[in-house]
């Protein structure tokens, strides 16, 4: 397992040898992820330049520089879900969100992500998955996405595929998530919210593959590879491992 501070800043720490210090992380990490990094796995040799299932991450609009987050904050209108949204700050803790399988398809903790798979997002601090539908967004009026489900289980439209350029989701790419269900990519196109939310980005999906949709992976704890994923416990289902 790795604690990143994302790839323009230093890292936290690599964990090597010896035992994970939880007080060098205390004041980047909500609790539950200092929980995740003190209990998990604790070593590993290299940085791993992929997403694996099972890791927790931030994800930077490239564009508009915001990060995709969420909050108990609910639209006013539209679907009245949990609301979705991008903002400037690095350290907020609502903007962390753990890769998973869907609901028919595993993702064994550590398995490498491959360009075109389907996978939900579920927020960290909610367990709300990454979530649209054909309601309208409440700024831009494209397409709304919001946060849904309890516990990590909400139903198909938490589906997301990964497109990227190779064969597996590196780090260091830009990408987009297109919406299984609705064929619409994640999108920011730079609209804000005012109060109570004063200053967030809307984050929306819209049709067109556009600079506006393409999002890399910035800070986050990235889970190692396993050397058996077949035998290893399946994190597809549940969302108690965070």
């Given at each position: ?64 520089n915001v990060r995709l987050h969420s909050h108990d904050v609910r639209y006013g ?83 997301w595929t990964v497109q990227c350029s190779g064969s597996v989701w590196k780090r ?43 999002w890399k992976v910035m800070e986050g704890i990235f889970m190692k590879p396993s ?16």
């Amino acid at each position: 397992m790795q604690i990143s501070e994302g790839h323009r800043r230093p890292l936290v720490f690599l964990v090597g040898m010896g035992n994970l210090n939880c007080a060098v992380v205390t004041r980047f990490l909500p609790a539950l992820l200092l929980l995740l990094s003190c209990i998990l796995e604790p070593s590993i040799s290299t940085e791993l330049s992929f997403v694996t299932c099972g890791s927790v991450i931030k994800l930077l609009n490239l564009k508009h520089n915001v990060r995709l987050h969420s909050h108990d904050v609910r639209y006013g209108s539209g679907s009245g879900q949990q609301s979705v949204t991008g903002v400037s700050e690095v350290e907020d803790s609502n903007s962390y969100w753990s890769v998973r399988g869907t609901s028919d398809t595993f993702c064994h903790r550590g398995t490498p992500v491959k360009c075109g798979q389907t996978i939900r997002l579920t927020h960290v601090n909610t367990g709300r998955n990454l979530h649209s539908h054909y309601f309208t967004s409440p700024l831009s009026s494209n397409q709304e996405v919001s946060a849904f489900g309890e516990g990590g289980e909400g139903d198909h439209l938490d589906e997301w595929t990964v497109q990227c350029s190779g064969s597996v989701w590196k780090r260091e790419e830009a990408v987009r998530f297109r919406h299984r269900a609705t064929d619409a990519l994640l999108s920011v196109t730079g609209e804000q919210y005012g109060r109570p939310i004063h200053g967030q980005r809307e984050v929306h999906a819209m049709s067109s593959p556009n600079q506006h949709n393409l999002w890399k992976v910035m800070e986050g704890i990235f889970m190692k590879p396993s050397e058996s994923p077949a035998g290893s416990r399946d994190y597809s289902h549940t969302h108690t491992e965070f």
